[in-house]
Structure formats: C-alpha cells, structure tokens
T-cell receptor, first 115, second 113 residues
Framework: AQKITQTQPGMFVQEKEAVTLDCTYD???????LFWYKQPSSGEMIFLIY??????QNATEGRYSLNFQKARKSANLVISASQLGDSAMYFC????????????FGGGTRLMVKP | GAGVSQTPSNKVTEKGKYVELRCDPI?????LYWYRQSLGQGPEFLIY????????DSGLPNDRFFAVRPEGSVSTLKIQRTERGDSAVYLC???????????FGPGTRLTVL
C-alpha cells in the first residue's frame, strides 16, 4: 500500500485565489511528521511547512497552511492568494517515528497558476 | 548562510562507467541524506548519515551503490558499473540533527547512455 497518496496529478488555480492540494497517508506509528515541499522547474526541493502527529493546532507558515485531519489521515496543503511564482510541483512527505529518519514522498501534484 | 550544494549539476556517462556525486551540507548539520528522483516521481530514500557513519542504508538498490562521509561533512555517492536505469536526479539533504526538517540541494542529474 502507498504510504503517501497525492490524488491530483495536476491542478489549475486562478491568480489570487486559494487552492487545496490533497495528501493522505498511511501509518500505524503513533509518532510521525508530515511535510510539504515545493519543487520548481529548477529542481530544488523547497521546504514549506511541517505538522507533527501530536500537534494540537494546524500548522501555518505565511500563505501556507496545513489542514490536518488525523482521524482521516489527511494533511492537505492550502495556499492562499496564489501567485504566478507558486506554479511548481508540490510533494507531501512523511517521516515515521519508528522507521528511521527517511522521508517517504508522494507522487506529487503539479500546480499551475493562471494570470 | 549557504544552503546544500551538489556537484556536478549534470553528469552524462556511458553504461558501465563509474561516477561520483558530491554533496556539501549546510554548515553544522550533522545529518545528511541521499535520495533519488526518477522522472515524474517523488524522491526515494537511499541512505542517511549521522556524523561519519551510515545510520541507515536500507534504500540503496544494490551493491553498485556506495556512499561515504569520512569527516562528517561532505558526502560522496559512488555508483559502479552504471546502468541506464540509474538515470535520475540524485538529491542530497541535510538537517541539524535527527528528526529535524531536511533541507535539499539542487540535485545532480545523472544520465547513463
């Protein structure tokens, strides 16, 4: 079974609007962390936001927020007020507490912001 | 400060040749990771160093792949007898300690002809 599933291969959003990128995960480990990375066409993975499994509140970083629904095992990324520079691949990743330090990535979602 | 750097940015080689890929982590970061990203996919874990030692090498696909970090800073990923299936972007990341956020370099695009 896939540990991280991103069901949207591609998404369009109008500039200045909000967009939600979906991520569901699968783990039996009670301690885990969820990450979102942005990968522009240049190829570098840019860290956006982190959510720990024991965090009580949803993480926020500027225009990025994470809609963490633990019971549903989902960790969707919300980008508010989209900008043209937000066009990129977005990857959801998980680190499980008892599985070493590796990140397991989803297949990614390509976001395209329309002017 | 400077981020993670990787050299070369691109490497083209012929099947059967040996290649070395270098990663220079963020200064002071004790943990270093290698991932491989095939076209259209998310990165896949290869190996993790804590200091000089490989703490987890469970992602290395076979014994043609080897990585070192002799002084606990720069790391080199070594691939022997390259195959066309080794073509991918090899990403390096570092973190200040185990469990912290991993920061990635720009990657090395390896093409095996």
């Amino acid at each position: 079974a896939q540990k991280i599933t991103q069901t949207q291969p591609g998404m369009f959003v109008q500039e200045k609007e909000a967009v939600t990128l979906d991520c569901t995960y699968d783990t039996s480990d009670p301690s885990y962390g969820l990450f979102w990375y942005k990968q522009p066409s240049s190829g570098e993975m840019i860290f956006l936001i982190y959510q720990g499994s024991y965090d009580q509140q949803n993480a926020t970083e500027g225009r990025y927020s994470l809609n963490f629904q633990k019971a549903r095992k989902s960790a969707n990324l919300v980008i508010s007020a989209s900008q043209l520079g937000d066009s990129a691949m977005y990857f959801c990743a998980m680190r499980e507490g008892n599985a070493g330090n590796m990140l397991t990535f989803g297949g990614g979602t390509r976001l395209m912001v329309k002017p | 400060g400077a981020g993670v750097s990787q050299t070369p940015s691109n490497k083209v080689t012929e099947k059967g040749k040996y290649v070395e890929l270098r990663c220079d982590p963020i200064s002071g970061h004790t943990a270093l990771y290698w991932y491989r990203q095939s076209l259209g996919q998310g990165p896949e874990f290869l190996i993790y160093f804590q200091g000089t030692g490989a703490a987890d090498d469970s992602g290395l696909p076979n014994d043609r792949f080897f990585a070192v970090r002799p002084e606990g800073s720069v790391s080199t990923l070594k691939i022997q007898r390259t195959e066309r299936g080794d073509s991918a972007v090899y990403l390096c990341a570092s973190s200040s300690s185990r469990g912290d956020t991993q920061y990635f370099g720009p990657g090395t695009r390896l093409t095996v002809l």
